[in-house]
């Protein structure tokens, strides 16, 4: 059997970190969905997801212990690393920092940085790792993009750059405009669907004012 071994130039190790209950299981279910790497999107509260492994994850819905796993996209092998959310296993997530490139802040767009947020974010200065920060949620009823780009200004003392804006909110959620290459993403109705693909548009014309601001200041 041969076996192809991935240049190091294409290797990413890649952490989901965030406070409990932000909806990071649930995210990188997505991404191991999307990329190929499973054929079914699993639920937390279902207890089936890919990362949630261990008989108490399933029962309790929580990540407990940091879980790893691979998936394949453009030529890259991307190690992904599920981080827990709770306070409780805080070393767990110092653990995983360790080795990571970069990491993923998953914000929930309702609570902004919470407590949690903070404390791996401290121990992500530590180990000098880069971070993306994805605001969740945008859909659900109070959910603030700017709100929560403030909180990361406040709380985390960061300085985000936006490269998307939500178009809409709670139940006008339908996409994003992408900041970098000048469209929309937009998502059907049945945003559950994520088998569905989403479909590029230009920029809505009374979204326009809020991309030109947004590009200038990124």
């Given at each position: 059997?041969?076996?192809?071994?991935?240049?190091?130039?294409?290797?990413?190790?890649?952490?989901?970190?965030?406070?409990?209950?932000?909806?990071?299981?649930?995210?990188?279910?997505?991404?191991?969905?999307?990329?190929?790497?499973?054929?079914?999107?699993?639920?937390?509260?279902?207890?089936?997801?890919?990362?949630?492994?261990?008989?108490?994850?399933?029962?309790?819905?929580?990540?407990?212990?940091?879980?790893?796993?691979?998936?394949?996209?453009?030529?890259?092998?991307?190690?992904?690393?599920?981080?827990?959310?709770?306070?409780?296993?805080?070393?767990?997530?110092?653990?995983?920092?360790?080795?990571?490139?970069?990491?993923?802040?998953?914000?929930?767009?309702?609570?902004?940085?919470?407590?949690?947020?903070?404390?791996?974010?401290?121990?992500?200065?530590?180990?000098?790792?880069?971070?993306?920060?994805?605001v969740n949620k945008m859909d659900r009823v109070g959910a603030s993009y700017e709100r929560t780009i403030e909180s990361v200004?406040?709380?985390?003392?960061?300085?985000?750059?936006?490269?998307?804006?939500?178009?809409?909110?709670?139940?006008?959620?339908?996409?994003?405009?992408?900041?970098?290459?000048?469209?929309?993403?937009?998502?059907?109705?049945?945003?559950?669907?994520?088998?569905?693909?989403?479909?590029?548009?230009?920029?809505?014309?009374?979204?326009?004012?809020?991309?030109?601001?947004?590009?200038?200041?990124?």
């Amino acid at each position: 059997m041969t076996t192809v071994q991935t240049p190091a130039k294409n290797l990413r190790n890649i952490g989901f970190i965030a406070h409990i209950d932000a909806g990071k299981t649930t995210l990188t279910e997505r991404v191991l969905y999307l990329t190929g790497r499973i054929r079914k999107v699993g639920g937390v509260d279902q207890g089936t997801t890919a990362m949630d492994w261990m008989p108490q994850e399933k029962e309790r819905g929580i990540t407990i212990t940091a879980a790893a796993t691979t998936a394949y996209w453009r030529d890259h092998q991307v190690n992904i690393i599920d981080t827990p959310g709770h306070v409780d296993f805080t070393a767990e997530v110092e653990r995983s920092l360790r080795v990571l490139d970069g990491g993923i802040v998953v914000l929930d767009a309702v609570a902004g940085v919470q407590p949690q947020s903070e404390t791996v974010w401290r121990q992500a200065d530590t180990y000098n790792v880069p971070r993306i920060c994805f605001v969740n949620k945008m859909d659900r009823v109070g959910a603030s993009y700017e709100r929560t780009i403030e909180s990361v200004r406040r709380r985390l003392k960061g300085n985000p750059v936006a490269v998307q804006v939500p178009i809409g909110s709670e139940d006008t959620f339908r996409g994003v405009v992408d900041l970098i290459e000048g469209q929309a993403i937009m998502y059907s109705d049945g945003r559950d669907d994520i088998a569905e693909p989403p479909e590029i548009v230009p920029v809505p014309a009374e979204y326009e004012k809020s991309y030109q601001d947004y590009r200038q200041e990124m």
